[in-house]
């Protein structure tokens, strides 16, 4: 019996890893084993911020098309950083990735833009499956800024 390979694709044609990413967690052992993670599912990383401040500065560095998102972190948190981020780059998405599993932190972040909000220890191939989705949520958004179309307002798809 063969064995039969299958491929994570999104709507707009993201495959599984081909999306440009930024991580940002204060530990960087928690950075080094989903860079590790990642990058074993083909993604790039383009850089790892150990505080919001830097995850702020390397946005505006790397473009990323998602950033996944600690909430506690030192000189600027994940929240405040998120806001920043997109405020400044509305096609970049950001997954928030934290430990704390508290319905406030994660209603924060969806006001503030996040595209959504993980607990860590979540199964790798969710993690996988929300990145590339998140990847093509950040190329239809990049696609309207550059037809003139405007960001599509938060919560609402591309297109939609």
Do not use: N
Not at 5 to 20: I, P
Not at 49 to 59: I, N, Q, S, T
Not at 81 to 90: C, F, K, L, V, Y
């Amino acid at each position: 019996m063969g064995t039969e390979t299958v491929e994570v694709t999104d709507a707009l044609g993201v495959t599984e890893g081909s999306g440009r990413l930024l991580i940002a967690d204060d530990d960087p052992l928690v950075r080094e084993a989903l860079r590790e993670l990642l990058e074993g599912y083909g993604f790039e990383v383009v850089g790892e911020a150990g505080d919001g401040l830097e995850a702020v500065r390397l946005a505006d560095e790397r473009v990323p098309e998602v950033v996944l998102m600690d909430v506690r972190m030192p000189r600027m948190d994940g929240i405040q950083a998120t806001g920043e981020i997109r405020r400044r780059h509305p096609e970049i998405q950001v997954v928030m990735l934290s430990a704390y599993d508290e319905e406030g932190f994660e209603r924060e972040a969806e006001a503030i833009g996040a595209l959504c909000y993980l607990i860590k220890g979540v199964g790798a191939r969710l993690l996988r499956d929300v990145l590339v989705s998140a990847v093509g949520t950040a190329r239809g958004v990049a696609a309207r800024l550059a037809a003139g179309q405007g960001a599509a307002p938060l919560g609402v798809p591309p297109g939609a």
